[in-house]
């Protein structure tokens, strides 16, 4: 499938130079993607799969050792599982039925989650612990916010953080270009903010989502009152409470 006409040119694109090794890029990207997808993750068996394969269609006899394949990976470019992700996202809702729709709108579905990471002194420090974890204790964790689309379920683009101060509106920022006009964009409470909603209006996107419990239930943004000639501007940090004595 990585060698399809609807796939070669962009992985050709994405791929570093590389010497035809035992485990070029192209392979070694299958391999890990059958390995995720096996019942039996293990590098070895993954391995063990390949030097079967390889006799099958009568190619030389190779070693089992999963140290070359370990190193393959390693080298595999994660600009290129990035790019392959992204491109077969948009590939898979292009090619989807127009009966899949909502009133012939595409709804992409925005979401942040975080998942937990190898509990490494490298991964403490790229990714710092939370404010609620006391040092030394717990996994590292990734925050990151996807984009799907509603109608295939295709992946059509995320990002993750290393920062400790970033958050889901922050990130959602960075994935506005994905967008299209026209597009519904479903998303739950946490995301509706004015910013955010009339960037959105100037792309041509509708919006859709829950209003916060602690609103009323409809919001009209349009009705407002300038006090100052300097109301553009938004403090973004909660003032300084001063306590007398």
């Known amino acids: 499938m990585l060698t399809s006409p609807d796939l070669l040119d962009t992985l050709e694109t994405s791929l570093p130079e590389h010497r035809e090794r035992l485990f070029p890029p192209t392979e070694t990207l299958s391999m890990f993607l059958a390995q995720a997808l096996k019942p039996d993750r293990s ?95 717990n996994f590292p964790i990734c925050r990151i916010v996807g984009v799907t689309c509603l109608s295939s379920g295709a992946v059509l683009d995320a990002v993750g953080t290393k920062a400790k101060a970033s958050g889901e509106q922050a990130l959602l920022w960075t994935l506005l270009d994905i967008f299209e006009s026209g597009d519904v964009m479903l998303w739950d409470a946490f995301y509706g903010t004015y910013f955010l909603l009339a960037e959105l209006r100037s792309r041509g996107v509708v919006a859709l989502f829950e209003q916060q419990g602690m609103r009323k239930r409809s919001t009209d943004f349009q009705v407002g009152k300038k006090l100052g000639i300097k109301d553009h501007l938004i403090r973004l940090t909660k003032p300084k409470i001063r306590r007398n004595g």
Do not use: F
């Open 43 to 137: 590098c070895q068996g993954i391995v063990d799969d390949a030097a079967v394969k390889r006799l099958i269609h009568g190619l030389p006899h190779c070693s089992t050792n999963t140290g070359a394949y370990c190193k393959a990976r390693k080298r595999l470019p994660l600009e290129t599982v990035t790019r392959m992700v992204r491109h077969t996202g948009r590939l898979i809702c292009a090619k989807g039925s127009d009966t899949w729709l909502w009133r012939r709108r595409r709804v992409p579905l925005v979401d942040g989650t975080t998942v937990t990471l190898p509990d490494t002194q490298a991964n403490q420090t790229a990714y710092p612990q939370q404010r609620g974890q006391k040092p030394g204790l």
